[in-house]
């Protein structure tokens, strides 16, 4: 009986799929030698301006630094101990979350309204988007001497000219008022840019469908524009938020640097730098800090965790 053995394959044919893994990696080591040289100089700025005093205030956090450039002790968690004891520090982020309460809604309906009223406006349109934008485009300290120019119950537009005879910045219940108004004016702009953006970008035949099935302009709003804005709206709610929390500069303008009636307008971030530029307690106001932007990326964290779950529960 005669056996046939199964011939061997040649040792000189190497295989495809070897091969084409080691050419896919040879092209990926490529590509990431020759984009790394235009990555660096933006990671050398980030990790020289961002990560380098970061690391610093960290440390500085732990330790009694003063502003006075004396020789500094490691003092472990007291800073955070005390920090988290301090009633002024609580105060100061309800103020922050109180403005960001008030914010973040009106600036969606504001500017949702306002580039809706844009994108359907027939003449004109580049003065009206311009005019939308604009004060945008101002510095801090111009807006917040307008507006407590314009607040003031001597002069100020809102008296002499609305007849809103209230001392705006001098009773607490309507110095954050005032401060929420102007910042409404002076930032709805960068969200009604991003509103803008979308509407242009949804597809007119589906407003034409809808048309032709009886819809009206309520029915096609509800039912196409609002849906399909949705995305842009968590966009404009997280940036929104994130800003918020953080301000700073037109509350400062408006109150000459001081708390407010009954400091009533302390934000954190104000304190913080109270704390460091005008206690000299460099460690402490660190301290603050960090225990501030452990908040701050605990919610966008938790806004990255909460889009992602959407997306996969859409596919």
């Known amino acids: 009986m005669t056996t046939v053995g199964t011939p ?7 295989p495809v799929a070897a091969t084409a893994e080691a050419s896919t990696r040879a092209r990926l080591g490529r590509a ?4 790394g040289w235009f990555v660096a100089p933006f990671l050398l700025l980030y990790a020289l301006f961002v990560l380098t005093p ?18 500094a002790s490691f003092v472990g968690f007291d800073n955070y101990t005390e920090a988290l004891k301090d009633p002024l520090v609580w105060e100061s982020l309800g103020h ?6 008030l914010v973040v809604p009106c600036i969606v309906v504001l500017a949702l309204l306002l580039a809706l009223l844009a994108h359907h406006i027939e003449h004109a349109k580049w003065l009206w988007r311009l005019c939308f934008f604009a004060p945008f485009l101002l510095p801090s300290a111009v807006v917040g001497n307008m507006w407590r120019w314009m607040f003031n119950p001597d002069t100020g537009l809102m008296d002499h000219v609305f007849g809103m005879e209230s001392a705006w910045l001098t009773q607490k219940s309507t110095a954050m008022t005032a401060v929420v108004v102007a910042t409404l004016w002076w930032t709805v702009g960068f969200s009604f840019l991003l509103y803008l953006a979308a509407l ?3 597809p007119r035949h589906l407003y034409e469908a809808a048309a032709l099935d009886g819809a009206g302009p309520w029915g096609r709003l509800v039912h196409i524009t609002l849906p399909l804005l949705r995305s842009i709206t968590g966009l404009v709610v997280a940036l929104q938020i994130l800003a918020s929390l953080q301000v700073f500069d037109q509350v400062v303008v408006m109150y000459e640097f001081g708390p407010g009636p009954e400091e009533s307008t302390r934000t954190m971030v104000q304190y913080t730098l109270e704390q460091g530029f005008t206690s000299y307690r460099v460690g402490y106001a660190s301290a603050i800090s960090i225990l501030f932007f452990v ?7 938790a806004r990255m965790w909460l889009l992602r779950k959407r997306e996969e529960g859409v596919r």
């Open 96 to 101: 922050s979350a109180y403005f960001t309460l």
């Open 295 to 301: 908040i701050i990326a605990a919610f966008a964290l």
């Open 8 to 14: 061997a394959a040649p040792r000189a044919i190497r």
């Open 200 to 202: 242009q970008n949804i």
């Open 32 to 35: 990431f030698q020759h984009g």
């Open 54 to 71: 970061l690391a610093r205030g960290l440390w500085l956090s732990f330790t009694d630094a003063n502003i006075t450039g004396e020789d």
